[in-house]
């Protein structure tokens, strides 16, 4: 018979491990970890590690942008996209994240799946059947029903909202073009696995027109809590996605109908514009402009990101050479800069602060950027890049 004591002393001489810790020291340590992906691959060890590290999962995101994890290629009439892997991943954590995922979408039994959009780390896929939202991250999946108009009204346009509520959660967006010339949003929520209507757009509201799909200029484009998508040569139609408000933002007067632009956001969340002009200039200049906070209508002096010295891909790059900004993420710049071996080259580049210069002219400050090189690849296809998110434990409804 052991005697109390005798199994006292022998609790107590048992040696301490990462499970025999409580759930407020281990959320201390795994804090303490460098990135978001680090952080991910600790949670996919067990199912109590996850529920942990999604309580700290939002103050390393803080610490950390979402890394490029590659991106996915879609072929006009052909099968399932493809994913090609960013060939400068930061480090082996998120190499470990994509040989873990299903970036292959392997899972999908059929070959008639159209990407609709890539955001937050999900796929919005299309069939003439339904719609399905993939996350290569945790390999799950959920498929939605397509929105059935009962006016008879053309829906033509999808893409993520941000989310609301928990980490598993999702919406989807589409707008109807009615009879009559006016547009109508129904949002898809996770949350409740339905779609709710909303009122009709102000008369002059359109919905984005589809045109090259090498062209990202009917693409969505997120920053700030709206969407974004090109009216004309000087004006923007912005969406706010939590009153479902609609609007019309002037370009800024750097953008001018020859140059190209893309809208996003920036590594701390502004929402910014960058251009470049392929006339009239020498050097390539590519310019970022902010959205000032105040009114969310007008722009803000602009940096200046030099490009002309940068020497990639058989010499430097010049503005015959650069077509267009295709996307910007998280501070990440996304060129395609002319075709290649049968593609297009795209060019990835981080905007970071480097210098300040006084302009005597202007009398005014010009923030001055160096190109810093995030990834290049070079495609056939119809390119979204694809960033990290927090991985869901699964996509679900009630």
Known sequence: MVSPR???RQRQSEPTTLMSLGDDMLAEILCRLPSLPSLARAAFACPRLRNVASSVA??????????????????????IPSFHRALLLPDRDVLGIVRRGDFCLADLEAYDWRLMHCRQGLLLLASDRCMAVFDPVSSS???????????????SFHCFLPASGDAASFRVLCLESTGGGRVRPHVYSSCTGEWCSHSLAPKGIKAPRRGDPHSNHYLPMHAGGRIYWRTNAE????????????SHVGLPGEVHHSSSYALGDTEDGRTCIVSVSTKYHQKLDIRVCFLKEEDGLSWERQWRVDASELDLFAGPVTPSKVLKVYDVTAGIVLLSMGYRNNGIRYLAFRLKDTLWESTSKTKTNTKRQSLILADFCTSSGWVQPCFMAWPRPSLKVP
Request: aromatic letters at 8%.
């Open 58 to 79: 939002n103050r390393i995101k803080i610490m950390s942008p979402p890394p490029l994890l590659g991106y996915f290629i879609s072929v006009v009439g052909g099968a």
């Open 6 to 8: 005798s199994d006292k």
């Open 141 to 155: 999946r959920l498929r939605i029903p397509h929105y059935t108009s009962n006016g008879g009204g053309k829906s």
């Open 235 to 246: 004006m923007l139609t912005s969406l706010h996605v939590g009153s479902m408000e609609f």
